[in-house]
């Protein structure tokens, strides 16, 4: 759009599709028709990839009726998203894909309201431009905005009638009443608006643009990289680094774009050095800049027009751990016991946040998160990190408490069963591995004992070995540290637990020997006991099996002294195991019938299911296979009710041998098949490929 203007001595043209309007007092050509500018539209961006279900969506709508099969035809469109994910080139080339199709013969109008800058373009000022654009002499523009609407959409049907079809793309909109009045009135007339909000009040088809596809990210970096020098192979010729390249710029095109251009500026840069460079989080949006553009910037325009409540909510969910954050983190994050709705309402209108898998799961993205975070002063962090872990300590250790709960005890007030408490747990599993992260921390340190208490129950039970090394780690350090021997006591412990699941059995038996031995100098009874029923676990699974019977033994009379039926069942049903290993079949089979008998009146259902499957085995081992059958078929039932996949697996590989050894083929073929999902869904992977040989062999069972 350009338009012609007069101050003092000269001649002053300014591009109003990108600039708006100059506004001065116009006094030359006053009597002669004034230029028109229906053929504003920029030129298609040479790395545009991706987007084929957007542009196909946008086609639909700028299609003239009869064209498209999309429903009832539709003025306008509106495409929000996030600044820099691509809104004004998709935009743009929707344009040129209309055009070339011939369906807007009487010209397209370009404005750029600049909706989210200082001075945005109000709607009578963009309204002005579009009518000096349309061929309409500055002196004959009305004053008022109602009038300059009237007279546009007036030019728009005398375009049409003469011309054809007009297409207004309205770009960088932030607000409705921008763009309400350049509504055209003729249907046969298009308005495409593109914002960083959403704008369900115009009436039309709305569009949300999200981050491209790792795989689209990657061919937009080649691209832009081939359209500035043919040669440059740098992405194709390392397809890893570029990945990651993609990553690091959260497949944000204006990213992609400024990443692009920093590898064009310094042709022997290799791809994988500018990844290190972004690799560092911290100044990630440092580097996002080529001179020009910056993401940082881009952010900085949505930010400060956000009302307070909404800013600070988006510096705290950039603090939260894990990709999503529920609005029950929200609330621990914030510190309150009230649900902020209302701002993080506005900042998915602004397209500064999404909702995640679920309605009550927020997601920010990458580099909005790392935005947020580095806005924020730094005591807002510390606070926020001790909120989470008193959080996740609270309720995430009442959810794992549940795991642990027997008939009898007290019963958790919150979580009425084990399928709540998992759901609960597995919903905020990601932040509960990220704040088991900070406690290895010495500012967060303080939270290392109490949250290895609250959430190693769930760690084991889902597997997460590692993360409970960790955790059990950084407890043992606080509690040393503290000079709390019986809080070391129960780290070391779980410590050597978390090792043994892990496949680390020397290094589990000198933890668990270690507790023992604190334990016995606190004259804690129970403790000990505890310690040392996962020391001849460790023992058994290293083959040290004569120590581990001994261990057992002893232990079960210890627990028999204590009175306690759960503490004297684990050790009888780990006696067996130990036994069965020594090949004294009918010793192991009697050790998990008391097992299955103290855990059933302890009230353990979980822990005597497992009892049973150990039963079963051993029942398999003297040729007792339709007993085995039944007893795993229990076994199998509970694990299922308690969501315990990994005991289900265990169950259903039972079931299988029981089936291999009567000559089940079939059964047997299904059964290590099933055991091979269940496996894979506890995250136990080595199980779930042998299981998945397994069943592979006995297809072949009955041809053998």
Not at 630 to 647: C, I, K, P, S, V
Request: charged share 25%; glycine share 8%.
């Amino acid at each position: 759009m350009i338009s012609a203007q007069y101050e003092g001595d000269h001649l002053d043209f300014r591009d109003a599709a990108f600039h708006g309007p100059v506004f001065a007092k116009v006094e030359q050509y006053a009597r002669e028709p004034a230029p028109t500018a229906l053929a504003a539209l920029p030129a298609r961006v040479a790395a545009f990839t991706g987007r084929i279900e957007e542009l196909r969506c946008l086609l639909d709508v700028l299609a003239p009726s009869g064209v498209s099969d999309a429903g009832p035809a539709v003025a306008s469109v509106a495409v929000s998203g996030l600044g820099g994910v691509g809104k004004t080139t998709l935009a743009v080339t929707a344009v040129h894909e209309a055009c070339s199709k011939g369906w807007f013969p009487g010209g397209v109008l370009v404005i750029d309201l600049h909706g989210h800058e200082n001075d945005p373009t109000t709607a009578g000022q963009a309204l002005e431009t579009l009518l000096r654009a349309l061929g309409t002499p500055a002196d004959q523009i009305p004053v008022s905005l109602d009038e300059r609407g009237a007279l546009y959409r007036s030019e728009l049907a005398r375009r049409a009638g003469e011309d054809g079809a007009v297409l207004v793309l309205a770009d960088n909109a932030s607000s409705v009443q921008q763009v309400r009045p350049l509504l055209p009135g003729d249907t046969r007339h298009r308005l495409l608006v593109t914002s960083r909000e959403v704008l369900p009040q115009l009436g039309g088809r709305l569009l949300t643009l999200r981050a491209l596809t790792p795989q689209e990210a990657v061919v937009l970096l080649d691209r832009a990289l081939h359209a500035a020098d043919p040669s440059d192979a740098r992405i194709a010729q390392a397809p890893g680094p570029a990945a990651q390249l993609a990553s690091c710029c959260g497949y944000l095109p204006l990213a992609l774009q400024i990443a692009a251009a920093l590898l064009m500026m310094d042709g022997g840069k290799p791809v994988h050095e500018l990844v290190r460079e972004l690799s560092v989080t911290g100044r990630r949006l440092v580097h996002l800049d080529d001179g020009e553009r910056s993401v940082r910037a881009a952010f900085d325009l949505s930010y400060r027009r956000l009302p307070s409540e909404q800013a600070y909510l988006l510096r705290l969910l950039a603090l939260a751990p894990g990709p999503e954050a529920s609005t029950e983190m929200v609330m621990a994050l914030s510190g309150t016991d009230t649900e902020p709705t209302s701002a993080l309402e506005g900042l998915v209108r602004h397209r500064l946040l999404e909702r995640g898998k679920a309605r009550d799961q927020w997601r920010l993205h990458d580099l909005v998160r790392v935005y947020g975070a580095a806005v924020g002063p730094a005591d807002e962090a510390r606070e926020v990190r001790r909120r989470v872990l008193e959080f996740h300590i609270r309720v995430g250790g009442e959810a794992a408490g549940r795991l642990r709960w027997r008939s009898g005890g007290q019963k958790p007030i919150r979580f009425a069963d084990t399928a709540r408490a998992l759901t609960w747990l597995d919903r905020e599993c990601d932040g509960l591995l990220t704040a088991v992260q900070w406690v290895s921390e010495a500012e967060h340190s303080w939270a290392a004992v109490s949250l290895n208490r609250a959430l190693g129950p769930y760690l084991s039970w889902r597997r997460y070995f590692e993360a409970w090394i960790t955790l059990a780690r950084a407890a043992c350090q606080a509690a040393r540290g503290n000079a709390d021997r019986a809080a070391e006591a129960g780290a070391l412990t779980d410590l050597g637990s978390a090792l043994r699941q892990a496949g680390q059995e020397t290094e589990a038996i000198d933890a668990h020997a270690a507790a023992c031995t604190l334990f016995e100098q606190g004259d804690d009874l129970p403790g000990l006991a505890m310690a040392r029923n996962a020391l001849g676990i460790a023992l058994q699974e290293a083959g040290r099996l004569l120590e581990a019977v001994e261990v057992h033994t002893s232990n079960t009379r210890l627990f028999r002294s204590l009175m306690d039926d759960w503490g004297e069942g684990l050790a009888w049903t780990n006696l067996g195991g130990a036994l069965r290993n020594l090949r004294r079949a009918a010793e192991a089979a009697d050790a998990h019938q008391r097992a299955c008998v103290l855990l059933q009146t302890a009230g353990d259902r979980h822990t005597a299911a497992s009892a049973r499957g150990n039963l079963a085995r051993c029942l398999l081992d003297v040729d007792r296979p339709s007993e085995a059958i039944a007893m795993y078929r229990q076994a199998l039932a509970t694990h299922t009710e308690f969501n315990d996949w990994y005991g289900a697996g265990i169950a259903l590989a039972g079931l299988a041998r029981a089936y291999e050894s009567t000559h089940d083929h079939a059964q047997a073929q299904d059964h290590w098949s099933r055991a091979a999902e269940v496996f894979t869904r506890a995250n136990a992977y080595q199980d779930a490929a042998a299981a998945a040989r397994s069943a592979a062999t006995e297809a072949s069972g009955p041809q053998r």
